[in-house]
């Protein structure tokens, strides 16, 4: 962060002198950091700002004094005293910038405040969960011995902080941790390169490992767009609760309503096959070896939501299946022990119990034109968890959902079932946190509506990018396909998104760090972490955030040089001095909607496309009455949807302009223009249904968007496109 020079009356002619109006700055800072809301986990600006400003007023006056009293040997006391308290301000800062999300600038500050002290031991903290943010682990755990080394070496310390070095090296157990199991998927990645060879080259990719990016799957020709890099079978997937009396509990395919009647298991009422599955042996058995458990869930929880243990069972099952057979044991044996009524019973499932294999699968994945990657339960363990992170309400709540998964597999199965299996309690938690990581959920295409769940180990290879080149959806058999958005070069590696790339930077970054733990950083998120939502007051060019800086307020008598301190900033105290004109703007809390429709305003920011989306949320819940005020009637209840969509569109269409990468929106937010003109699409065929030259090119323009990267001809899903999109 860049910051200009604050000019001020206030003189200082010694160490003493300075030290004491520092330390004022960062009594403030620390006054509003300990009042600041703990709930909020956006920036804390005004400390941050006292803080920059104490850092200020030593860049100011430091190296001056220090050239006056260069041969005065009885200041280099104090000019230490002064330096340990700028590296404090330093640690302040970095954490300010930790609780707020923006880890780029965090380490920034907690690597400054060691070059000014290289004992403060808070710095190398901070130094060493920013690198573990960014994935820099082994940089993370040398941060985190230099931590432990500048509490026990430092001299100045006459006690030393007993609670902090006990964080510390709890921290550095941690990290211990992560850097062995990093080791692990190491060999375990290098293992399955070899092991799954022929598997891996039925599709056009290569699957590497990278220093500092673990997994990689990179092109291994050139790839025009539209190509289907991989397709993997899901180790467990369930539907959503209201699809179960709807679709096939097999391929997820949905089935007429007057064949329904006919295609429920007639044992728990609570399962579905279509013709194809019911006539797919490995597809029937799949569902007798769960059966007693959707019955026990229909009987006793009529009216819950099931899906996640209904999905946990699934897993579970697999599980067992692939632990058994390795043992050399049949789960046939422990059947016996279940009640009369379930159908999981030796006579009906002994088909089920070979080996979780490939070859042993559904024939239909077997003989289908595109071949599949089939992932053990070896390769499920192996994907990255969070059960490290995980809070211990959360943590609470994980084993209170797998004691209840045990209670009713022992019910149904005999009290001895888990035991004689060979998982515990502490497996199935493991599984629960590998699967928050790793589960995807199964969206229609057209809306992105939720119909299931599934966990897809090998799909989890790829890693996050805000700027993806590949998409993914499921397709006839409730695989995960990956297509390319954008023609890639061999060696390039293939990316996907694990968040929604439409909302702004920040909000992406806080979103991926909270449920994955990984600060991005990304060419989209670098770019866009420079533009603000502000146009310059003056020549209306837009502000940086590489030009902030902090302002003392106007409220002193310039010659007054006896200002109070308390006064000196106000609003955030963020300021940002235009590149254009030299103008300094100071930064607006708020800012008035109708700018985000002016030629002004940047699209790139992504703030007029959730803006959109918001008005649209809120009109949708009924409270959009005074969502933004008045002078924008047109925005208001009176501007009719359709329009509204057409607004977030287009300016969808617009964000990619100027962008460096260089690529347009629809090789980028495909899913979300398909998504955003269907909305279009159905808000028009209501309020202007006579408009069908509009409606067709909307229509064109989605069937543009939808074939390349779902291969529409063939998808299942194109006969329920097609009546969607009737006029």
Not at 162 to 190: A, F, P, Q, Y
Not at 431 to 436: C, E, F, K, M, P
Not at 527 to 540: E, N
Not at 639 to 650: G, L
Request: charged share 25%.
């Amino acid at each position: 962060m860049n910051s200009t020079p604050v000019q001020h009356n206030n003189e200082v002619s010694n160490y003493k002198q300075l030290i004491k109006k520092i330390e004022e700055y960062k009594q403030l800072g620390n006054q509003e950091f300990s009042k600041y809301d703990k709930t909020n986990d956006n920036l804390n600006k005004r400390a941050i700002t006292y803080y920059s400003l104490g850092i200020e007023c030593f860049n100011n006056n430091f190296e001056i004094l220090k050239n006056n009293n260069i041969n005065n040997n009885e200041n280099e006391e104090e000019e230490k005293e002064l330096k340990k308290l700028v590296s404090i301000i330093y640690s302040n800062l970095s954490l300010c910038f930790i609780n707020g999300y923006e880890i780029d600038k965090a380490l920034e500050f907690a690597i400054k405040g060691i070059e000014i002290d290289s004992y403060n031991s808070k710095c190398h903290y901070r130094k060493s969960l920013c690198n573990q943010y960014m994935c820099n682990f082994k940089e993370s755990f040398k941060s985190i011995n230099d931590a432990l080394d500048s509490i026990n070496n430092n001299n100045n310390n006459k006690v030393i902080d007993k609670s902090l070095k006990h964080i510390i090296e709890n921290e550095r157990k941690e990290i211990e941790k992560k850097l062995k199991k990093l080791e692990k998927e190491e060999k375990e990645c290098k293992d399955r390169i070899k092991e799954d060879f022929e598997q891996f080259q039925q599709f056009p990719i290569e699957l590497v490992w990278r220093e500092g990016f673990g997994r990689c799957v990179l092109a291994s020709e050139d790839l025009p767009k539209g190509t289907m890099v991989l397709r993997v079978s899901p180790f467990a997937s369930v539907l959503e609760d209201h699809k179960i009396e709807k679709n096939c509990g097999f391929c997820f395919k949905k089935i007429n309503k007057s064949d329904r009647i006919n295609q429920t298991c007639k044992i728990c009422k609570n399962h579905l096959l279509c013709s194809q599955c019911s006539k797919d042996q490995y597809a029937k058995d799949y569902h007798k070896e769960e059966c007693d458990i959707l019955n026990f869930l229909k009987e006793y929880y009529p009216s819950s939501q099931t899906r996640d243990f209904r999905f946990m069972f699934r897993v579970l099952l697999n599980v067992i299946k692939d632990k058994n057979f390795k043992k050399s044991q049949s789960l046939s044996s422990y059947s016996s022990s279940s009640s009369s009524s379930s159908s999981f019973s030796s006579s009906s499932s002994s088909s089920s119990f070979k080996s979780f294999s490939k070859e042993n699968q559904s024939k239909q994945w077997l003989n289908h034109e595109n071949p599949f990657i089939f992932d053990s339960y070896k390769y499920l363990i192996n994907l990255s968890r969070t059960l490290d992170k995980v809070q211990p309400e959360q943590m609470e709540a994980f084993k209170r959902s797998a004691q209840s998964v045990i209670t009713i597999f022992n019910k149904l199965r005999g009290p001895k079932f888990f035991d004689e299996c060979g998982v515990t309690i502490d497996e199935i938690i493991e599984i629960y946190s590998i699967v928050l990581s790793n589960g995807h959920e199964m969206l229609h295409p057209l809306n992105c509506h939720t119909y299931g769940l599934g966990i897809f180990p090998t799909g989890s290879y790829l890693n996050h990018s805000c700027l993806p080149n590949a998409f993914w959806y499921n397709d006839d058999q409730g695989m995960m396909v990956f297509r390319t958005l954008r023609s890639i070069k061999k060696g390039e590696e293939i990316l996907t998104s694990y968040t929604d790339i439409t909302t702004e930077c920040s909000e992406r970054r806080k979103h991926l760090l909270k449920q994955y733990f990984f600060f991005c950083q990304c060419q989209q998120c670098k770019f866009q972490s420079q533009l603000t939502d502000q146009s310059c007051s003056s020549c209306k060019n837009q502000l940086l955030n590489s030009t902030i800086h902090y302002k003392l307020s106007n409220t002193n008598n310039n010659n007054n040089n006896n200002y109070n301190i308390n006064n000196l900033i106000d609003g955030s105290g963020f300021n940002y001095k235009c590149l254009k004109c030299n103008t300094i703007n100071k930064q607006l809390e708020s800012i008035n909607p109708s700018s985000y429709f002016t030629n002004q305003h940047d699209q790139r920011t992504f703030k007029k496309i959730n803006l959109l989306i918001n008005i649209m949320q809120q009109r949708h819940q009924s409270i959009a009455t005074n969502i933004i005020n008045t002078n924008n009637e047109y925005l208001m209840k009176g501007m009719p949807d359709h329009i509204v969509y057409k607004e977030i569109t287009n300016a969808l269409e617009q964000s990619m302009i100027l962008n460096p990468s260089k690529v347009s929106a629809d090789q980028v937010f495909t899913n979300s223009l398909i998504q955003y003109y269907f909305r279009l699409f159905q808000t028009l065929k209501l309020e202007k249904p006579n408009d069908t030259h509009q409606l067709q090119s909307i229509k064109t323009k989605i069937l543009q968007l939808l074939t390349p990267i779902i291969h529409l001809p063939s998808s299942h899903h194109k006969t329920s496109i097609e009546k969607k999109l009737k006029f």
